[in-house]
């Protein structure tokens, strides 16, 4: 079984309208992130998580909100997606600093029309 | 300037040659990954440092933790290495990761 999933793998939206990414793991890491990747601009930080509703904002972070209520998922929302925010998103999870491997998800193709 | 820099960008090369990617970053770190994404696929981790050096098959892996360095080999290189090859440090003080751009390796048999 995978450690860490990615739900849905594939949305097309039109713009304006609200959209949920959620992300799974099971390996019982504190720290979770999403990431959009872009061509050109490799992986970006839009959010990150370091335990149950601690989170903070990366790089990216406008136009997006998260939420952490349980170890085990971080859900990333855009409220009304706009175009610019069609793109790759991954999510991560990490164990304690340094302790463990880090471990991504398959990644979401978000098309926003 | 970014926090993590990789070279090259691009990088080219006849099948069985030996392959070096460098990154330098500029935080202070608990661990630096070394992850590769084929095309279209996704983001796999091949190593984590904390310091020295580690091996996986033709994989090898060093770090410089004074010089914030590192560098991946890759020894005998094959069409199946082609893929694109990321740095990443986990910050010290916050656990952000940050990622370097990556490097594009195109092994051509």
Redesign the interface.
């Known amino acids: 079984d995978a450690g860490i999933t990615q739900s849905p793998r594939h949305k097309v939206t039109e713009t304006g309208t609200p959209v949920t990414l959620r992300c799974h793991q099971t390996e019982n890491h504190r720290y979770m992130y999403w990431y959009r990747q872009d061509p050109g601009h490799g992986l970006r930080l839009i959010h990150y998580s370091y335990g149950v509703k601690d989170t903070d904002k990366g790089e990216v972070s406008d136009g997006y909100s998260v939420s952490r209520s349980k170890t085990e998922d971080f859900l990333l929302t855009l409220e009304s997606a706009t175009s610019s925010q069609t793109s790759v998103y991954f999510c991560a999870s990490a164990g304690h600093s340094g302790a463990n491997v880090l471990t991504f998800g398959a990644g979401s193709r978000l098309t926003v029309l | 300037k970014n926090e993590v820099e990789q070279s090259p960008q691009n990088l080219t090369a006849q099948e069985g040659e030996f392959i070096t990617i460098n990154c330098s970053y500029s935080v202070g770190i608990?661990?630096l990954?070394w992850?590769q994404q084929h095309p279209g696929g996704?983001?796999?981790?091949l190593f984590?440092l904390?310091s020295g050096k580690k091996k996986h098959g033709r994989l090898i892996a060093t770090i410089n933790i004074q010089e914030k360095h590192s560098s991946l080999h890759i020894t005998a290189s094959h069409p199946r290495d082609s893929a694109v090859y990321?740095c990443?440090v986990?910050s010290?003080n916050?656990?952000?990761?940050?990622?370097?751009?990556?490097t594009r390796l195109q092994v051509f048999p």
């Open positions: 608990s661990a990954h992850l996704g983001i796999v981790s984590m904390s990321i990443a986990r010290h916050t656990d952000k990761l940050i990622f370097g751009t990556g």
